[in-house]
């Protein structure tokens, strides 16, 4: 099956920081999408990005899918912005793969 | 109201009892899906339906039965459950990306 490696595992910023997290995925896929997964466990969708780029007000998305990665870009890092952020993959009716997640920690 | 509506949010039961988790969407997708996560780690695929009629096991169905009674309508049943049943459940619809329920923390004791 697909596998999908994220990083940094965890990243710890100042309020204000920007931060760049990366997903690498070892096939084709057709779906790409970016999670957020907040302190009280709610998975928040963010961005379906098979391909191209994506903004969002603070964040943005790119994906090269002929090189098989993902980057999830957050500026001005907020403490609301903290928890875990997982890319999750598939391909056709393949089920959904999921990377181990990127622990952000935004410090006041 | 949510597009994808799980209940209970929160649930503890004893080992050995019969417990379900309902799963309710207004989407209209066709495809849904439960998802099951420990503490750490990724979300791993339980069962997943593509219609009514159409039931698949997912990487980790053993102790798990699922039943798609309408098209908005998806459960997941534990028919006796176990300690290492305690985790984060997600029901999820599928039409160009998933799209997650809130979630339903399960705790087995």
């Keep these: 099956g697909i596998q999908v490696e994220q990083s940094p595992p965890d990243l710890i910023l100042q309020e ?81 793969t999921f990377g181990t997640g990127t622990r952000l920690t935004i410090i006041p | 109201d949510a597009d994808v509506t799980q209940t209970p949010r929160n649930r503890i039961t004893k080992t050995g009892k019969r417990i379900m988790l309902e799963c309710s969407q207004t989407k209209g997708h066709d495809r849904m899906y439960w998802y099951r996560q420990d503490p750490g780690l990724g979300l791993r695929l339980i069962y997943y339906s593509f219609d009514v009629k159409d039931i698949n096991k997912g990487e980790i169905s053993d102790g798990y039965s699922v039943s798609r009674q309408a098209q ?13 049943q305690t985790a984060l459940y997600f029901c999820a619809t599928f039409y160009v990306g998933y799209t997650f329920g809130s979630g339903t923390r399960l705790t087995v004791v």
């Design chain 1, 16 to 96: 204000g920081a920007n931060s760049t997290l990366r997903c690498n995925f070892s096939d084709s896929v057709n779906n790409l999408q970016w999670f957020h997964q907040n302190p009280w466990g709610q998975l928040i969708n963010l961005f379906y990005i098979p391909s191209g780029t994506k903004q969002n007000g603070r964040l943005s998305a790119t994906t090269v899918a002929t090189e098989r990665y993902s980057l999830l870009y957050i500026s001005s890092s907020q403490t609301t912005d903290s928890g875990v952020y997982f890319c999750a993959v598939n391909f056709g009716n393949e089920k959904l």
């Design chain 2, 72 to 84: 908005a309508k998806f459960s997941l049943s534990l028919e006796s459950a176990i300690p290492n």
